[in-house]
């Protein structure tokens, strides 16, 4: 077996990428727009910037809506182009074992904050659920970060289309669709957060983190971190004719494992 | 603020003869059947009534000075100008969304169907800032009811005819809803208890009043979350090296 | 003006960067752009969107729309009209322009603006029309004019216009033709007024010193809504500042309802009213017996003749209580001489006319208010060289005098609308077959439509110049194009009007004329060129100006500078020491003259005809927001008035089962109309109003359509029995549901 096992694939890692900018770009330039400063939770000074480095605000919302559409564009492309590994993804994150899965995010935290060794301590068992290709905690920000996206995109373009083809008894939908984008994103950029750390500041995943450049994570990392979908893959590698090609995450489902969850 | 232009009106000379509307719709090229202007009519009573039986009041987007139209826009493209006191439509960041439509009292602003945005009186902003023309509706009046000018300029007529009427200048405002508008009415004008309390739509009230504390909270919490495990990972030593450690 | 209408490069790129399909958006572009009301059909002129920051130029003009004048100032962006702009500098207009005035803009870009000269391919009124080059047009029409001449004398032509600048253009070309028919516009509207208070007073009409007036009555007149210039004004100012207003009318218009009392009067009864006030200002002495002695004559006959005429007399005939007669007698005689009845201005009501505008002359006599401030004004002495003087040629085998002559007593000499269009119809005396209307519409203007039609069926040849395609137009053989006042030079003219004196105007194009239009003056320059009359008109505009101006640089520096030449004249005093150009050099208030004609030296009260069971008197009136038929077809203008719905009484509304906006039909003894019902307070009982102008049977006023239904279709043919002047309120109407 080689040393590392592939996990994202370049259309992956791009899309991923092309994921975050469009994000960030979108987030600056939505709080720029946002100038009601009783409503915009950084205040007066942050779209006023915004404003100043675009040269107006009608330059920001230009930026804003042409990079929504782009970001919309590329996903519905990817969707049409890409129908089956697109399913897989949203079947891999919306799929929960509401047990097992409940024990590790009940635990996971706590051993982020207090530790291992004051968990043992207060008398919990520190062994956590093994995870499939994302675990729990992963899914627990992608389902919400999907559904909100969508919402994100519908709202977006309902917006988008008030002032080009919405009559005025339809401008309830876009004052409505204020709100909701608004509350959308909000929580959203909370889980970021979240992601942000996790992905890419906590030292234990880092080797997950390089993988969202290179592609490929260490095999002792997916034997820890990802179990089930380290089973599946050596699974998949015995019922294949010819060993020792790389492996892609098409995971065709997490098997049960026998291993007794103690809490 | 700079200036502070202001439209000071005498309606006891209003003979309701649209010239003001007309003017507006013509150089504004606003769509048909939707106005920046008004006349608002009264029937007095007979026996209080000095001269006449009806009364007319002129009216348009008041320029208040804590407009409520303001705070109900979202992204601030409608907002008030420092420079002259005027409440202003950034063309190119309205989205037409219409929340500022039942914020005003004085249902002053109107979705214009062809561009679908929200448009009202800007006391003829292009007209004055580039060819130093008056508003429309003040030139073509004819029994000239209408006085326009900075009031924050003792050498303007408008402030002086304030000044000299200060104790008998007539603020339309609903009780609910005081907004300090910036238009005067001289002497007795009606009707006077027209103005509507400002309504701004539900999502935006609740942006106003909860969600944003309350993102700000959820995302502060978030935020507070990973600082805490960042701090935990940099402050105390790998879980192996402790588990290592422990178990030797 | 706001930059909402332009594609805004936010929506450009947002356009442009969004890629999705979105039909939609692409098929929405137009709506950024377009409104008919604004384009223009030919590449010639500038489709030009107002709103950008080209460079604005100010050009001086008079607005055209109604009879007022208002002096303008165009706002114009690479040709084109962007802003109408009232002239400050104006003392007439008092520095305003009105709803009408600001669409002037409409009117000059109306989509429907007629374009080439047009002949009529089919049946009169069929709509049919194939186009004509100018040469073909002037050509035809020269044919027509030398051919009708041939067969019927000169007098077989008839010449109409309406009150425009180069109107007298006409008048010269039919003097030089040698037509005696010029019965025109001015027949169906004050010939009345202005008779009465000319046999009067010497002069007619009168002017008006409203703002210096203390105490007004005005008669029917509607001063708040039909808007004259500048007594609509200085009315305001005067009651601000503390005169009174006395209003006299059926219906309660703007005015009656902001004057101090308003008595909804009897229609037709108005000269009881002002009998009876006479009678006691006589009776109670008044007066002031210098100025009667010194000014006046027939002060005797006068206090014989009104003794009857009690206040309780006259509260039988108007509905007036006498005790607010016998009242308003003696405050007005203690404002006198600074009190008036306000003379009004279009006097076209009842068979009577004359008569009641004389007994208004005559209680003005009483007050001693000629030529007084407060008062009633004389005419200015300001008058301009006569430019390009000719003489007409003489005829000789035109008849002796015009066909509807000696139709009435005291008829004006142009003769009169409806007497003539009787000779037409009847070819009695002698036939006349060719009629050229200029910027008039009698198909809308004159009462008893059918009849209208009917003589226009038993023309020849009829020749309209109009801006668009009105009524008349459209039942016309040849319709010629002509600018709107924006586009064209005019000569100078003088016009005085009530408290702001005489002023001289005049026009300079504002924008080039559109289209294929020629102005009225080269229509009439084309067709004397081609019957050898070419001499009568061979100057240009300016050099005709030049000439009426000469040695008045003061004149022409105020034009040039200001736009306009106020007078500033003395208004009072003109005739201290002077004769009046009464036979008997003073105020009339007994007519020796009609005395001599058979007729009653002093008015005798003539009751009105009853209304009918179950009917109604219709009456006109007018609106500040348009004008009869010319503002027809303006969109700024449709959006205040867009149709004419039937003013009725809430009472009698009941009483027929009609609510407030059905579907009614209003019949007359001539014809009938279908329209919609306004159930208001603020008309009598036996009364009903109509705006005129509506009901057009044109295709060509796209905007309006055949909305609403045409007064002129259901008016009776009255006339005013001493002079011939239309009488538009002795029609009884039936109506009920449709």
């Not at chain 3, 202005?194 to 010497?202: A, I, P």
Request: proline fraction near 6%; include cysteine.
């Amino acid at each position: 077996m080689n040393n590392k096992i592939l996990r994202h694939n370049t259309s992956d890692i791009i899309l991923h990428w092309f994921n975050a900018l469009c994000w960030f770009l979108l987030l600056i330039t939505g709080l720029g727009v946002l100038g009601n400063h009783q409503i915009n939770p950084l205040g007066k000074w942050f779209p006023a910037m915004m404003e100043s480095l675009c040269g107006g605000a009608e330059c920001l919302l230009t930026v804003h809506e042409i990079i929504g559409l782009v970001w919309i564009s590329a996903f519905l492309l990817y969707l049409l182009l890409n129908f089956r590994a697109s399913m897989n993804f949203l079947r891999e994150i919306f799929t929960i074992h509401p047990r097992r899965d409940l024990v590790w995010l009940l635990k996971k935290p706590l051993q982020l904050t207090i530790g291992n060794k004051a968990m043992r301590r207060l008398g919990l068992n520190t062994e956590l659920p093994p995870q499939g290709f994302y675990n729990v905690g992963q899914k627990a920000f992608a389902q919400p970060a999907v559904i909100l996206g969508l919402i994100i995109a519908v709202t977006g373009i309902i917006m988008f289309l008030s002032d080009k083809v919405l009559a005025e008894e339809q401008t309830v939908l876009v004052i409505w669709s204020i709100g909701i984008h608004y509350v959308a994103v909000g929580l959203v950029t909370a889980g970021l957060a979240i992601h942000i750390f996790m992905a890419a500041i906590n030292i234990e995943e880092r080797p997950a983190f390089y993988s969202m450049f290179s592609g490929y994570v260490p095999v002792e990392h997916v034997k820890y971190h990802n179990p089930l979908w380290y089973e599946e893959i050596i699974q998949e590698e015995q019922s294949l004719p010819d060993s020792g090609t790389s492996r892609t995450q098409e995971a065709t489902g997490v098997q049960e494992q026998s291993t007794a969850d103690k809490i | 603020m700079k200036s502070q232009y202001a439209m000071i009106i005498d309606s006891s000379k209003c003979i309701d003869c649209k010239a003001c509307l007309a003017a507006c719709k013509q150089v504004n090229d606003l769509p048909e059947d939707h106005w920046r202007n008004w006349i608002k009519y009264s029937e007095q009573d007979p026996q209080s009534a000095e001269t006449h039986l009806v009364h007319f009041q002129p009216g348009g987007c008041m320029q208040c000075n804590t407009p409520t139209c303001v705070e109900a826009c979202p992204t601030r493209a409608t907002y008030k100008d420092e420079r002259d006191g005027t409440v202003k439509i950034d063309y190119g960041l309205c989205i037409g969304c219409g929340s500022c439509i039942p914020a005003c009292p004085y249902g002053a602003r109107y979705r214009n169907p062809i561009t679908r945005k929200v448009d009202k009186c800007d006391f003829c902003d292009f007209w004055r800032n580039n060819f130093g023309l008056e508003p429309a509706c003040v030139s073509t009046c004819p029994t000239k009811a209408r006085i326009f000018g900075d009031i924050h300029d003792p050498k303007t007529r408008a402030y002086q005819v304030l000044r000299e009427n200060s104790d008998r200048v007539v603020r339309l405002s609903n009780p609910q809803t005081e907004t300090k508008p910036n238009m005067f009415y001289l002497k007795n004008t009606a009707p006077k208890d027209w103005p509507k309390p400002a309504r701004t739509p539900d999502p935006i009230k609740a942006m106003l009043c909860c969600l944003t504390p309350g993102l700000q909270g959820i995302l502060g919490a978030s935020i507070l979350g990973a600082l805490v495990m960042w701090g935990k990972q940099i402050f105390t030593r790998s879980e192996e090296e402790q588990d290592d450690r422990e178990s030797e | 003006m706001n930059n909402s209408n332009k594609i805004s490069r936010r929506r450009f790129l947002a356009l442009a960067g969004s890629g999705l399909a979105s039909a939609g958006i692409g098929g929405h572009l137009g709506n950024l752009k377009a409104r008919a009301e604004d384009t223009l059909p030919t590449s010639d002129n500038s489709t030009q969107e107002p709103g950008n920051k080209d460079k604005l130029e100010s050009r001086f003009s008079f607005c055209n729309i109604c009879p007022n004048k208002c002096g303008l100032i165009a706002r114009v962006q690479n040709n084109r009209v962007v802003r109408l702009d009232p002239n400050p500098e104006h003392s007439k207009s008092r520095g305003m322009i009105c709803a009408r005035g600001n669409a002037g803009i409409q009117q000059l870009y109306d989509p429907d603006r007629l374009k080439y000269p047009l002949l009529r391919k089919g049946k009169r009124g069929e709509g049919k029309w194939q186009r004509l080059s100018w040469e073909e047009a002037l050509d035809l029409a020269a044919k027509k004019f030398r051919d009708i001449a041939d067969k019927y004398t000169r007098c077989g032509w008839w010449f109409t216009w309406g009150a425009d600048a180069q109107a007298h253009f006409v008048h010269r070309f039919a003097n030089v033709f040698g037509s005696y028919h010029i019965a025109n516009h001015e027949s169906l509207c004050f010939w009345t007024r202005n008779r009465g208070f000319l046999d009067v007073f010497g002069e007619g009409p009168p002017y008006p010193d409203v703002l210096n007036s203390k105490y007004i009555i005005m008669i029917g007149a509607n001063r708040f809504e039909s808007l004259i210039t500048p007594d609509s004004i200085d009315l305001m100012t005067a009651i601000q500042q503390g005169s009174k207003l006395v209003v006299l009318d059926p219906r309660r218009t703007k005015t009656a309802a902001r004057a101090h009392e308003w008595f909804p009067v009897k229609p037709g009864t108005d000269m009881a009213f002002i009998l009876a006030l006479m009678q006691v200002i006589i009776k109670e002495r008044l007066y002031d017996p210098e100025v009667i002695h010194k000014e006046t004559t027939g002060f005797n006959d006068l206090e014989k003749h009104v003794r009857s005429y009690t206040p309780e007399w006259a509260a039988r005939e108007t509905g007036i209580p006498a005790r607010d007669i016998r009242r308003i007698a003696r405050e007005m005689a203690k404002a006198a001489p600074a009190a008036m009845v306000y003379p009004g201005r279009r006097s076209s009501t009842y068979t009577n006319s004359t008569e009641i505008w004389r007994s208004f002359a005559i209680l003005n006599g009483l007050l001693g208010n000629f030529d007084r401030p407060g008062g009633l004004l004389a005419r200015q002495d300001l008058s301009l060289h006569e430019a390009k003087s000719y003489l007409a040629p003489w005829y000789e085998d035109n008849p002796k005098e015009r066909a509807d002559a000696h139709k009435a007593p005291l008829m004006f000499e142009d003769g009169a609308m409806q007497t003539m269009r009787d000779a037409v119809i009847n070819e009695d005396p002698y036939p006349v077959k060719g009629l050229f209307a200029y910027h008039t519409n009698p198909m809308q203007a004159m009462p008893n439509r059918e009849k209208t039609r009917r003589m226009l069926e038993n023309m020849e040849f009829v020749i309209s110049v109009d801006i668009k395609m009105s009524d008349t137009a459209w039942m016309s053989d040849l319709v010629l194009p002509a600018p709107s006042a924006l586009e064209r030079r005019d000569p100078a003219s003088v016009k005085q009007a009530g408290s702001a004196g005489a002023c001289v105007y005049t026009r300079d194009p504002v924008v080039p004329p559109l289209f294929d239009s020629k102005s009225v003056f080269e229509i009439l320059q084309g067709l004397a060129k081609r019957l050898d009359l070419g001499k009568f008109f061979d100057f240009g505009l300016e050099e005709y100006r030049e000439e009426q101006l000469k040695g008045m640089p003061e004149v022409k520096k105020a034009l040039r500078e200001k736009g306009v030449y106020n007078h500033n004249g003395s208004l009072y005093g003109l005739y201290k020491d002077k004769p009046l150009r009464t036979s008997s050099g003073k105020i009339e208030l007994s007519s020796a003259r009609y005395k001599d004609k058979g007729l009653d030296p002093i008015p005798v009260y003539e009751r009105p005809q009853e209304v009918p069971q179950n009917s109604f008197r219709l009456v006109v009136g007018r609106n500040a927001c348009y004008t009869n038929s010319n503002t027809q077809n303006n969109w700024l203008l449709l959006q205040f008035v867009p149709n004419n719905p039937l003013w009725i009484n809430p009472g009698a509304a009941k009483k027929l089962g009609i609510r407030d906006g059905d579907q009614i039909k209003v019949s007359s003894s001539v014809s009938h109309v279908l329209t919609v019902a306004k159930v208001t307070q603020d008309i009598r009982e036996d009364t009903v109003c109509m705006w005129s102008g509506f009901g057009n049977i044109s295709d060509g006023l796209t905007l309006v359509g055949h909305k609403g239904g045409s007064v002129a279709e259901l008016l009776e043919d009255h006339i005013d029995t001493l002079n011939g002047n239309a009488a538009l309120h002795e029609t009884f109407v039936t109506v009920k549901q449709a």
